[in-house]
């Protein structure tokens, strides 16, 4: 039986079913033919891939005593930093990817702390850009001061950024040649990828933990690309009387239902349309969508799943009309 896997993706090969995974035209190639039109038209096939397979490749590397880094993506933060972290108990460097997207006026030192007030261990966190090729040689040298074999492990959810991250460090400190597959699209990677640094390292890649509530999941390809930011964010700030609404895309309405006058600041996509509806009373707008009220108290951000998040100065009752399926929670503020 063949035995060769895709080295963009990890699938394994196969020649005889179009329509299966891992389909290419010839075994010689070492791409499947998914990766090769992500690649190279930016072309994308969707895949489904359970949990279960996912939660099993963690358990998998669990049971190393390997060098793990948890990949994640600034702009998003997971609600619970803690989950991946309590399935991996290895050594373990939470990498906040995706700097460049927020302002800069925000200092990496801010962030760090605000991880480290969450009390889940980790040997560093450290803050990086992977486009920007922003502290990268740093988390090198850290890679190579904390690993305890020639693996090391990388983990975290879709869209994190995790291949593109190796792809990067391959780059700068490597001549392996081998490109890992990126997309704006969650669950690019499919399963384990090995690629070599050099003799002494090997980074293994892993399919992302897909986030059923995340909006990327529950949205078109287009407005993936909307939401996803390319460039740094520029906050967007709203000055809010009771009884008035910001309305983004077609996606999500928020109505300021009590509360003194209020600064709303949005570090969402610029890409992304906002609108502010001066008189909510007879504007039914969005209002179809699932309602979901939050109590906001001061210095909060309402975050809004895969889309970013809204820093709400004073406190606030506030009305959501959103997708069922997307998850909202309230936290401290970030910034
Ligand atoms: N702005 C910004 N975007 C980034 C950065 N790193 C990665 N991305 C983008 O994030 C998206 C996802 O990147 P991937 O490397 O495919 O993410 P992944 O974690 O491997 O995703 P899966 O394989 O689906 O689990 C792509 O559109 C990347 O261009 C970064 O530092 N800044
Ligand atoms: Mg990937």
Redesign the pocket.
């Known amino acids: 039986m063949n035995e060769k896997y895709c080295e963009g993706c990890g699938v394994l090969l196969q020649d005889e079913n179009v329509l299966q995974e891992g389909y290419t035209t010839s075994l010689e190639n070492k791409i499947c033919q998914r990766c090769f039109r992500m690649k190279h038209y930016g072309e994308y096939q969707t895949v489904t891939k359970s949990n279960e397979e996912y939660l099993q490749i963690l358990k998998t590397v669990g049971e190393t005593k390997d060098l793990v880094l948890y990949?994640t993506d600034l702009l998003n933060l997971e609600k619970n930093i803690g989950e991946i972290r309590s399935l991996i108990p290895n050594k373990m460097i939470l990498v906040l990817?995706?700097r460049?997207?927020l302002p800069k006026s925000i200092s990496d030192e801010k962030l760090i702390q605000y991880l480290e007030k969450e009390e889940i261990h980790f040997e560093e966190v450290i803050v990086v850009?992977?486009?920007?090729n922003y502290n990268i040689d740093y988390l090198f040298r850290r890679i190579k001061f904390y690993q305890t074999s020639k693996n090391v492990y990388v983990v975290?959810h879709?869209?994190?950024?995790?291949?593109?991250l190796i792809n990067k460090l391959i780059e700068n400190y490597s001549d392996n040649t081998q490109e890992l597959t990126?997309?704006?699209l969650?669950?690019?990677?499919l399963n384990m990828v090995r690629i070599d640094i050099n003799e002494h390292l090997t980074f293994i890649d892993t399919?992302?933990l897909v986030d059923t509530s995340s909006i990327l999941n529950h949205v078109d390809e287009e407005m993936i690309k909307k939401i996803?930011?390319?460039k740094e964010i520029k906050p967007r700030t709203y000055q809010l009387r009771k009884n008035q609404s910001l309305i983004i895309e077609d996606l999500i309405r928020i109505d300021y239902v009590e509360g003194e006058k209020n600064s709303f600041t949005l570090f969402i996509s610029n890409d992304l349309k906002v609108k502010r509806l001066l008189n909510i009373i007879n504007n039914e707008q969005l209002r179809d969508k699932n309602k979901i009220t939050y109590q906001v108290k001061y210095n909060e951000d309402l975050v809004i799943n895969g889309l970013g998040f809204i820093k709400i100065v004073d406190k606030a009752l506030i009305d959501i009309y959103i997708d069922k399926n997307v998850d909202t929670f309230v936290r401290k503020s970030l910034i």
């Open positions: 990949v990817n995706k460049d997207a850009s992977t486009v920007k975290g879709t869209n994190a950024g995790k291949s593109s990126m997309s704006a969650p669950s690019t990677t399919p992302g996803s930011p390319k």
